[in-house]
């Protein structure tokens, strides 16, 4: 029998899907940025276990939005994932290839001893906001994700045309 964690995980990309679809009807170009967590760096705490293992989908519009699905082992080693809507700001007064973006969604997989660790988790399900400031030119990515008070990630990424 399935887990409502499993059915989830298997829910959210046709959720994601569907809601990418509908928004990319409202523009011309749509791309796929597919982005790996490179690198983590905890807050001093020994509960943390390890690297992150972190993928994440975005679909971006040209008016620089995007909806992404992240699926990552929290910095407690448990499976868990953020289904999000977002937007990218390039920062041309920094750098040229500089940007910032703000992801907004729902979190979910912090579970037993950990449920308390996001502020608001509501039988597993919480709200996350996560910033990050980065570079991309030609398609290629790299940025610093600021993962609330806990941690602070590497993630590089690509474009993908659709």
């Known amino acids: 029998m399935m887990n409502k964690s499993m059915i989830l995980t298997l829910l959210l990309p046709v959720l994601l899907l569907r809601v990418s679809v509908s928004a990319a009807e409202e523009v011309d170009s749509r791309k ?3 982005q790996l967590g490179a690198y ?3 807050s ?3 509960d943390f276990s ?6 994440s989908f975005e679909i971006r519009n040209s008016r620089n939005r995007l909806y992404g699905l992240s699926l990552f082992n929290n910095s407690f080693g448990q499976f868990s994932q953020f289904v999000y809507y977002g937007w990218e700001f390039p920062l041309p007064r920094l750098h040229r290839y500089a940007r910032a973006k703000l ?3 729902i979190v979910h997989g912090y579970r037993d001893e950990f449920e308390d660790e996001l502020a608001l988790n509501f039988g597993r ?3 996350g906001l996560v910033p990050a400031i980065g570079f991309k030119k030609d398609g290629l990515g790299v940025d610093l994700v ?3 008070n806990a941690a602070l990630m590497i993630a ?7």
Request: net charge negative; glycine share 10%.
């Open 40 to 42: 983590a760096h905890y």
């Open 156 to 162: 590089v990424g690509k474009d993908f045309d659709l």
């Open 44 to 46: 001093d705490d020994e």
């Open 103 to 105: 992801a907004l969604g």
């Open 125 to 127: 399900f919480a709200p």
């Open 32 to 34: 796929l940025y597919a």
């Open 50 to 55: 390890g690297a992150p293992l972190m993928a």
């Open 146 to 148: 600021v993962l609330s």
